[in-house]
């Protein structure tokens, strides 16, 4: 790995940003570009403390198959996918956030009112 970081072209590197994304933002979120989608890991976040990645993976690749396997056009079948599974990511993105926030808050108010 040393070796690869040192005889790396540094002109090649790209650097996006990134930022926190809350849960309830998937709901109005562009999704797709033409024949282009944001899909799987990249379209929802999950904690590594809930289990939830590989089942979620599991869910999105069977209906995003089945959705361009029904569709004629590309781009009806990553909007049926987007529409399909928006609902389920926003309430599974949700839990997380709540356990996360759980987890590492030391309120005990905060934790009353995340488990009622």
Known sequence: MLEMIQNCDVNSLTFNGTRYQAPWELLNARSRKGTVTVAEDAMHVM?????????????????????LATQRRAEVALD????????????ISTKTYAVGTLLETSSLVVKLCLWL
């Open 80 to 91: 049926q996918y987007i529409g399909e599974r928006r609902m389920r990511l926003v309430q």
């Open 47 to 67: 904690g590594p403390f809930l289990g939830q990645g590989g089942s979620i993976a599991l869910e999105d690749a069977i209906v995003l198959a089945r959705c």
